[in-house]
């Protein structure tokens, strides 16, 4: 059997795969070309994809093909009613993302509360001449209130770090058992908007969640605020965050991801100083990243053997193959 892999990964993530395929990886420094994906599905058994890949029924129809991974929690790139038509499973990343994201986040927070990267410039530029008691004045975290958008791994392990900062914790979406083990108040997403120091986004983009956090949203949330968006660029409206930060409806923002990404060097998002963007890091580590890896092989695995995958976002597909 073949499986295709289209980027280069961390080689310890895939050993195993190697066990059960042959397995032939995308080179290039760039994402895949869609001929050379094409042309790979025709002949593979599995593809293990990314993010960046679009997997659509073009992809899906060819009759050889037995399953799709993605690395990654997210999986908006990939058509998963096509998949579930064509008796395709599609797995994905959970457990592996969720730490490193909400590190990434909580660094982030962090960064543009107390103002890092613009101190980290002051520095380079030769500014810094004497202490300065009203230099760089930043927002107080301890004890803030904290409103996360997307109560699942990620979030709740976003909330787990926040305890240690004593913040009030609100969220909105499903309500989750795991709140009140957490301290964390189920609120509507206007309330959580309308109360929090901090915005922190972590729900899927899909057609529900396409710029939930737009004008009006933004409108809501305090002058002083700060978003943080490590979850898809997407759910968030690249104009309306340029418009609510140039005209202080918000303090500032935080991003990991961009709606286009990568952002382009025009948007006008990069012109603001309040607007701390970083190149979607949020699991960039190196456990985190053979971890993914390690899953991603697992499903395309369990697919090729004709296994039920061990994370799997279409589990109907298996009540259609009965």
């Not at 592996?96 to 990434?104: H, I």
């Not at 959580?192 to 939930?212: G, R």
Request: proline fraction near 7%.
């Amino acid at each position: 059997m073949r499986v295709f892999v289209t980027r280069q990964v961390l080689p310890e993530g895939i050993a195993a795969l190697r066990d059960y395929a042959t397995v032939r990886v995308w080179e290039g420094d760039w994402p895949v070309p869609r001929d050379v994906l094409l042309e790979e599905a025709a002949e593979c058994d599995g593809l293990l994809t990314m993010v960046t890949d679009r997997v659509d029924e073009a992809v899906l129809a060819n009759p050889n093909l037995k399953v799709v991974s993605n690395y990654g929690v997210g999986y908006d790139n990939i058509d998963v009613a096509a998949a579930t038509a064509y008796g395709v499973p599609i797995g994905n990343t959970p457990d592996a993302v969720t730490e490193p994201t909400a590190d990434l986040t909580f660094a982030l927070l962090l960064s543009a509360a107390r103002r890092i990267p613009e101190g980290e410039r002051y520095v380079h530029d030769g500014l810094w001449q004497a202490w300065d008691p009203t230099l760089l004045l930043g927002m107080r975290v301890t004890g803030a209130t904290l409103g996360i958008i997307g109560f699942g791994r990620i979030g709740q392990a976003v909330a787990r770090r926040a305890q240690g900062f004593n913040m009030r914790l609100l969220y909105s979406g499903k309500p989750q058992p795991a709140a009140a083990e957490l301290g964390a108040q189920h609120v509507s997403l206007e309330e959580l908007l309308t109360e929090s120091d901090f915005v922190t986004v972590h729900a899927p983009l899909n057609d529900q969640t396409y710029h939930l956090i737009s004008y009006r949203e933004l409108a809501l949330m305090k002058p002083t605020a700060l978003l943080i968006n490590t979850a898809r660029g997407g759910v968030v409206d690249p104009t309306a965050l340029y418009e609510a930060l140039r005209d202080g409806v918000i303090a500032q923002a935080a991003l990991d991801v961009t709606e286009p990404e990568p952002i382009p060097l025009d948007s006008p998002l990069l012109t603001l100083s309040n607007c701390l963007i970083v190149p979607h890091i949020g699991s960039a580590t190196v456990s985190a990243r053979i971890h993914m890896g390690q899953q991603a092989s697992e499903n395309v695995i369990a697919g090729l053997l004709g296994q039920r995958l061990p994370n799997c976002v279409n589990p109907e597909v298996y009540e259609r193959n009965a």
